[in-house]
């Protein structure tokens, strides 16, 4: 079985700023995926960011990129030059292989942007 | 554009009634899944389906029973609903045949009340 944890509930930056979201996770596969996912208000998930767990460069997609730490279990995301549109949940994910595999989900961080 | 769409945004229901909740995916995906969404739970799997009429179940399945007649459609029942299911509801849907690191497509969810 797999478990993520998320252990910050909610955090907050300032517009422009950088912040990083922690995320570690437990699992007894070789080899598995990590998804960063992003709820807004609007509440529709969307993904922001994955990494396969056997690259070890680190994903990045824009102004979101991860930390992959394999042997500590952590997958951190960090996002720079935060926008007010970056207002939201986030989950943190992961999943073994296969393509009816489950996804097992953080409990969320939520995350404010302030002017 | 790509679109899982839920046919509800909130509802309202008594208890020992008997929910429907339904979920239409319009991009021919194999796979698709319930989730129930609560605070500080983070989203737990409920049931999916990777096939037409074939169904797995998820984390917590109790009290909740599913139905995939047609690829497009996946249905959630509460056969008698109680207080205790009072949560919002997510749908997904994405493709099979890869790796398992598909994106999930979401709908927008599904808050129910039960009364």
């Known amino acids: 079985a797999q478990t993520v944890t998320q252990s910050q509930p909610e955090m907050s930056v300032q517009e422009a700023e950088t912040v990083t979201l922690s995320c570690t996770y437990d699992t007894s596969e070789s080899n598995y995926y990590l998804f960063w996912y992003k709820q807004p208000p609007s509440r529709q998930m969307i993904l922001v960011i994955r990494q396969e767990a056997y690259k070890q460069q680190n994903a990045t997609e824009n102004r979101f990129s991860v930390n992959f730490q394999k042997a500590a279990k952590s997958f951190s995301l960090k996002i720079s030059d935060s926008q007010l549109g970056d207002t939201a949940m986030y989950f943190c994910?992961?999943?073994?292989?296969?393509?009816?595999?489950?996804?097992?989900f953080g409990t969320g961080t939520r995350l404010q942007v302030t002017l | 554009d790509v679109k899982v769409t839920q046919s509800s945004r909130y509802l309202v229901k008594r208890t020992g009634e008997k929910v429907f909740l339904e979920c239409v995916q319009d991009?021919?995906?194999?796979?698709m899944f319930w989730y129930r969404q609560d605070p500080g739970l983070g989203l737990r799997l409920i049931y999916f389906s990777y096939d037409v009429k074939m169904k797995e179940k998820g984390d917590i399945p109790e009290g909740y029973s599913v139905s995939r007649e047609k690829k497009e459609r996946f249905s959630l029942i509460l056969e008698s609903a109680s207080t205790n299911q009072t949560s919002m509801y997510l749908c997904?849907?994405?493709?099979?045949?890869?790796?398992?690191?598909?994106?999930?497509?979401f709908g927008s969810g599904t808050q129910l009340s039960v009364l």
């Open positions: 994910a992961s999943r073994p292989p296969g393509t009816a595999s489950k996804l097992t």
């Open positions: 991009m021919d995906h194999e796979n």
């Open positions: 997904a849907s994405s493709f099979a045949g890869g790796l398992g690191n598909e994106k999930l497509f």
